[in-house]
Structure formats: structure tokens, C-alpha cells
């Protein structure tokens, strides 16, 4: 592992750097970030790389690691600690994720998903996510009200803090999406704390479903 080659690729966003270690990061078609050491609980990978200052973010995809740094640190002094860290990492043994831990799966197409969702996760899945991949980052699928036609996305990685991120979200993503799929009206960007609002909704609404589920018998 110490002759491990890391290689690194710029992204329009001159605080983040993709970094290609030449082996599997997730290994599949799933993404996780991490914002703090203690989002970072269930990737080891992660918090070797967060505990160095001046690390931001970090951000895990199939095959590469996006780190997102402080504005007042130079890379010139980070990369060495990054290259160290990762392959200090490969060589532990360590998995990326912990076991249970599960990366983000959002354009999974259910059952229970209407024509239009389903649609929007196969356009988002096959032509947007690869195109911002290869930016070092990731779109995210987080819900589309039916009612007002929005659809929510929330952005990872090189994208999540690039000052142009939601330019490309409006003219390119929304355009997209509009053109392919007349029900959606707008697409708007969810951040950290509004993510955590959405996912209290969704959860207490399955809460509440299964509240009436159990009711009524359908569950035990």
C-alpha cells in the first residue's frame, strides 16, 4: 500500500479536490458525506481524513473521495496529509463504511413511486449524476411535491459549496427536467439544516401511517 497511487483531478470549485486512489472507495453505485467528525461515526475512512485541519467535508463515491477544505488552507500543505491518511487507511484493513451503515441510495426506483418520480429518478440517476461526478460531486433526490410541481435536490460533494452549483441547478438540471417531465414546475435546492426538516416530515409521516396501519390492523 505505500506505493499506492493517488491520483487527484481539480473541480470547478477551487476548495474541493477529487482524489482517485486506484481502489474501490464504495465500490458501488452509492454515495455518503460527511460534514463532522461526528457525522463521520460510521466511515473510518472519513474521520481520518476530517480530524486533519482544514478539512471541511468529505465526500465517498464508487471510486473516488472528494475532500472540501478550509478557504485559508492551501492545498499545497493538505495533500500530503490526504495521501498519508488514505493510505494509511487502505493499508488498516479498515472498511469504508462501517458494517450497517447504509450510503445513499436516493434514484432507487419503488413501487410505490409515482410515473413522474420515477421518471425524474431515472433522468437524474442516468444524466445528471454522472455529469457531476465527474465535477467530484453529487445531486441528490429528496422529494417532489405534487401539488406545486418542485422537486427537491440537495447537493454533495464538490458541488455542495461551489459558487456556481446553483446556476447549473437552475439552467441545466431544472431545464432538463422541465423538458422531459411537464409536471415539474421548479427545482429547488435543499441545504443542510432544511435536509433535516425534510427528513423529520418524511419520518413522521410514516410515523403517522404506520400509526393507522396498526390500527386498522393491516400491520402487528
Known amino acids: 500500500w505505500r506505493s499506492m497511487f493517488i491520483q487527484t483531478q481539480s473541480t470547478p470549485n477551487a476548495n474541493s479536490v477529487k482524489l482517485l486512489p486506484g481502489e474501490p472507495v464504495l465500490g458501488k453505485v452509492a454515495t455518503a458525506e460527511f460534514n463532522s467528525i ?9 474521520r481520518k481524513l476530517l480530524v486533519i485541519d482544514g478539512v471541511n467535508s468529505v465526500f465517498l463515491a464508487k471510486d473516488f473521495i472528494t475532500v472540501t477544505k478550509d478557504s485559508h488552507v492551501e492545498w499545497a500543505v493538505l495533500r500530503p496529509e490526504l495521501f498519508e491518511a488514505i493510505m ?15 450510503p ?6 419503488y413501487p410505490e413511486d409515482s410515473d413522474v418520480v420515477a421518471m425524474i ?3 437524474l440517476e442516468t444524466r445528471v449524476k454522472p455529469a457531476v461526478a465527474d465535477d467530484g460531486g453529487n445531486i441528490i433526490f429528496r422529494g417532489f411535491d405534487e401539488v406545486s410541481g418542485v422537486v ?5 460533494g464538490a458541488c455542495s459549496s461551489c459558487s456556481s452549483s446553483s446556476v447549473t441547478l437552475k439552467m441545466g ?3 432538463m427536467l422541465k423538458h422531459y417531465v ?9 441545504k443542510g439544516e ?3 426538516e425534510l427528513d423529520s416530515v418524511s419520518n413522521k409521516a410514516l410515523s403517522d401511517l404506520e400509526s393507522k396501519l396498526l390500527e386498522k390492523g393491516y400491520i402487528r
Open 121 to 123: 429518478k431515472e433522468l
Open 38 to 46: 461526528r457525522d463521520a461515526q460510521t466511515s473510518p475512512l472519513a
Open 104 to 109: 445513499d441510495h436516493d434514484c432507487t426506483i
Open 173 to 175: 438540471v431544472e431545464n
Open 152 to 156: 427537491d435536490l440537495e447537493l454533495q
Open 194 to 196: 432544511e435536509k433535516a
Open 88 to 102: 494509511d487507511h487502505y493499508s488498516s484493513g479498515e472498511p469504508v463504511l462501517s458494517e450497517g451503515a447504509l
Open 182 to 190: 411537464p409536471e415539474v414546475r421548479e427545482v429547488r435546492e435543499v
